[in-house]
């Protein structure tokens, strides 16, 4: 079945580093990826929706120069947090579709990010 | 953009209950609605979807159910089981290809 691949899954690194988490479709082709960020005991929360071969579509009140993504092929994105703060800790998780059809989304383990 | 709205917030029952989960959305033009399963620190797992052209799709103890008028679905579970228990969530995706989530519903099965 379709598999998505992402990591690291726990990065812990210092205020005002920069940090590069990877989201892989294994299986399968995806034009599209989507980026969530989850906070603890809340939802995901769509941050942006990533395209492969153009810019990404952010959703509101997401600062495209904080969370910066590449889709550079049909099976791989990266999200790249720039300068990271403490506020920017949680759990970040990405997910893939399949290009044929109607396909159901399927999502990377998670990435937990913890700045300190 | 698509609003989806979830209750109950928490639930509990005790084993070998029904539970069901309910959900809203608002865009007339979402067309698929998946559940997904998570447990804690754990990636979402995909555990039924239905879409619009469905008013029901049943998998074992796991139901779903689409009142595309009323634009509401619900998750049924029935003979719940300790393993079970996790945080649900709805979704629904539309015109846009995003997914939007509901807020989730922590289920606990009581043995």
């Known amino acids: 079945g379709a598999v998505v691949s992402q990591h690291p899954s726990r990065v812990i690194c210092k205020s005002g580093t920069s940090v590069k988490i990877e989201c892989r479709s294994l299986?399968?082709?995806?034009?599209?990826m989507f980026w969530y960020r989850q906070f603890p005991k809340q939802s995901l929360m769509l941050m942006a929706t990533?395209?492969?071969?153009?810019?990404?579509?952010?959703e509101q009140g997401v600062e495209k120069d904080k969370f910066l993504i590449n889709h550079a092929s049909l099976t791989l994105s990266t999200l790249t947090v720039t300068s990271a703060h403490p506020e920017d800790s949680s759990f970040y998780i990405c997910?893939?579709?399949?290009?044929?059809?109607?396909?159901?989304?399927?999502f990377g383990d998670g990435t937990r990010l913890s700045i300190l | 953009g698509e609003n989806v709205e979830q209750h109950p917030s928490t639930l509990s029952v005790q084993e070998g209950d029904s539970a069901v989960i309910k959900c809203t959305y608002s865009d007339s033009a979402s067309n698929y609605f998946p559940w997904y399963k998570q447990e804690l620190g754990k990636r979402p797992q995909l555990i039924i979807d239905?879409?619009?052209?469905?008013g029901e799709k049943k998998d074992q103890r796991i139901a779903v159910t689409l009142n595309k008028t009323a634009k509401h679905f619900s998750l049924h579970i029935t003979e719940t089981q300790p393993e079970d228990s996790a945080v649900y969530f709805c979704a629904a995706r539309g015109g846009a290809n995003n997914l939007f989530f509901g807020t989730g519903t922590r289920l606990t099965v009581i043995p």
């Open positions: 997910s893939a579709r399949e290009n044929r059809g109607n396909q159901p989304q399927h």
């Open positions: 990533s395209n492969e071969g153009s810019k990404a579509t952010y």
């Open positions: 299986d399968f082709q995806a034009t599209t």
């Open positions: 239905i879409r619009s052209n469905v």
